[in-house]
């Protein structure tokens, strides 16, 4: 069983605990398709999501994957609580420690809040995105997509193409891609790569050298709302620059997987063509995300180690 | 009052003594230095053992006050101060309302007058509320008793206004001190850009930010003949550019940090924003470089930084924390352990550059022990091994990275105008 606090990010996760993630949320994915299998677990289980940032599909899946599991789910409403008068994030913490949630799942928009909350609070804190620093759980997901077809990861190639520097996506993804040992590649204009070769992956703005023999090619969105300034000159340089759609797909290997966390913006960083051809996995992913969710949160509430 | 310090040993480096001496002390000046001083006295302070220095002063230091009194005041910060071994310090403009106006240097040294356990010296802003649109009352302020000009927190963006600045300043012949940081390289950056920040996933502050006003402000001063003094350098960078315009004969000081000189960016760990300020904490080739700065001299001064914030402030999300960390109480032991134990300086170097260098900068009559002279005065146990209790600390701000730090070298005295205000390593506060 898990035996840590809290899931805050890859980084500090170890490939076995990676592992057990993966092979628990196998047995969870065949709950979400049958409904009787749903046995209640996690019922008493007390769930609060916390979303400090927008998101449909990360707290959807988190909430529905507490539900499958018998936990009671609760949205702290960001916009109606506390917060807005003003308060601070370890006094919501602590506050909501009191009432006895056991389970704190939170996105911040500040890299490693989620740590600071864990280490104020008795319960177990997922974090579901922190700033620009980790998303653990749509790695995790994306890491389970990627066995379930390749098997297994030893000398994979994956490429993970589009905005680099803003992504916590991308960078939990290369913590958990390279503990496994994939052969990661991130690809797109040099302004939105960051330093990111500081962390021991390959780098290139030549998309084409990225796609090629690539395994997998993971795209990200243009998050057009965390560019203070653009660090291109518009979406249509981009498309035409780094989009990826179906002639650059050609020097891939044949049975390359096309993944994307969502939303996509169609047209931008995937064509139309790319996004829904057969290579693409894109709808398969989210449903593997809730089993990843479910995962994480029974093996937190029946093992983790609470303070 | 007579005091006799016996049997210490007098390490002053503006009369590049390193001796054992017994130093004679009546009212606030020094009346005898010599060996094997026998007289009548109200106190004999034995210093056996013990290394004699000139009082410390510190160019660059935020009292907090006035606005920010829960951060500190000014009776906090220089009771933080003397337990240093500090005996003068430079308070920063940065103030609610900002020092910016010959009122409030007035203000601040009322205030000293009552509460100070050592001397202040108020630094005035260089533009009216720092704002950098109009100069400051920089004439007045000098008149009033302000020491020098500085927009720390934050650098005079157009370089036009700072040229303006720098040349009338020249009337006065005082220090212009630059805090260089182009916000717009920044872009809302909390450490240094680096593989640390890559791993913790926070935004980088570049060296570049700082460089490219480094260089600017070398320039503005070289076409004004300003006295440029650079503030809290951490960058190689920098270092390079000092070193050059030095090497073309130009007048540049600077001053560089303790914990810019002790910790890299790789202490920045567990999102602790105790070790979060501006500049960051470097790369270790960052360090190094500023390590070498101080042995070749291309960097004559230590300077303190002192930023006290409230608990709040500090213990929060990264991103919201307070830049700026507490340094008084820390800084002679940092150097002594770095930088003399480490066998980057003499201990006369350090000495230097905490005493002598910093007076001849702010032209003031300190720094330097000898007969006829004002009396300010540490007398400090160099072997003397513990560890860093921020607990412990009389400043108000206890956000400091260095809590649990082995440090070697401990102030027992400190003497203000011939007043003990250390002793014993303890807080003199009648």
Known sequence: MLNRKDVLGLRDMSKAEILEILDTAKEMKKRIDNPELRVCELKNTSIITLFYENSTRTKTSFALAGKYLGATVQDLGIATSSVSKGESLIDTGKTLDQMGVEIMIMRNSLTGAPHVLAKNVNAHVVNAGDGANEHPTQALLDLYTIRDYKKNFEGLKVAIIGDISHSRVARSNVFGLSKLGANVTLAGPSTLLGGLHKLGVNTTSDIKSAITDADVIIGLRIQFERQKTMSFPGVGEYRDLFGINSDLLKYAKKDVLIMHPGPVNRGVELSTEVVDCGNSVINIQVKNGVAVRMAILKLLAKGGEKQ | ?430
């Open chain 2, 1 to 430: 009052m007579k005091i006799l310090i016996k049997n210490g040993r007098l390490v002053n480096p503006a009369t590049k003594i390193n001796d054992i001496m017994d130093i004679l002390i009546e009212d606030d000046k020094i009346i005898e230095i010599r060996k094997g001083i026998t007289a009548e006295t109200d106190k004999t302070i034995n210093a056996e053992g013990k290394i004699v220095t000139p009082g410390f002063i510190d160019v660059h230091v935020h009292l907090r006050d006035p606005g920010f009194e829960y951060k500190e005041t000014i009776k906090t910060g220089s009771m933080a101060a003397v337990m240093g071994g500090f005996t003068t310090i430079c308070c920063m403009p940065n103030t609610e309302p900002v020092i910016d106006s010959e009122i409030m240097v007035e203000y601040i040294k009322l205030r000293a007058k009552r509460e100070a356990f050592c001397n202040v010296l108020p630094i005035g802003a260089i533009t009216k509320g720092q704002n950098g649109e109009e100069l400051a009352n920089i004439g007045k302020m000098i008149n009033a008793g302000a020491c020098g000009i500085s927009e720390d927190g934050k650098s005079v963006l157009n370089a036009a206004m700072l040229k303006t600045a720098m040349n009338y300043s020249k009337m006065f012949n005082i220090p212009v001190m630059s805090h260089c940081e182009d916000k717009s390289l920044v872009a809302g950056g909390v450490m240094n850009a680096g593989s640390q920040s890559q791993l913790l996933g926070l935004k980088g502050i570049s060296n570049d930010s700082e460089d490219v006003i480094v260089a600017r402000d070398i320039i503005l001063a070289k076409s004004t003949g300003a006295k440029l003094h650079l503030c809290h350098v951490s960058t190689k960078g920098a270092i390079d550019l000092i070193r050059d315009a030095q090497a073309r004969g130009q007048q540049v000081s600077a001053e560089i940090c303790p914990h810019h000189f002790t910790l890299s960016d790789m202490n920045v760990v567990d999102y602790d924003a105790n070790t979060k300020m501006n500049p960051p904490l470097r790369s270790s080739d960052d360090v190094m470089a500023l390590r070498e700065a101080l042995k070749d001299d291309t960097v004559g001064i230590i300077a303190t930084d002192h930023a006290p914030h409230g608990v709040d402030e500090k213990n929060c999300e990264y991103d919201k924390a307070a830049f700026g960390i507490v340094g008084l109480e820390t800084a002679f032991a940092l150097g002594n352990t770095v930088l003399v134990e480490g066998s980057w300086l003499t201990i006369d170097k350090l000495i230097e550059k905490m005493t002598i260098n910093p007076a001849k900068l702010l032209g003031i009559d300190k720094g330097s022990i000898e007969v006829g002279k004002i009396a300010d005065i540490a007398i400090i146990d160099q072997n003397c091994e513990y560890e860093i209790d921020a607990k412990a600390f009389k400043s108000k701000g206890k956000n400091t990275p260095f809590d649990g730090y082995k440090v070697k070298g401990k102030v027992l005295y400190t003497l203000v105008g011939g007043k003990i205000k250390v002793e014993e390593g303890n807080l003199n506060d009648n």
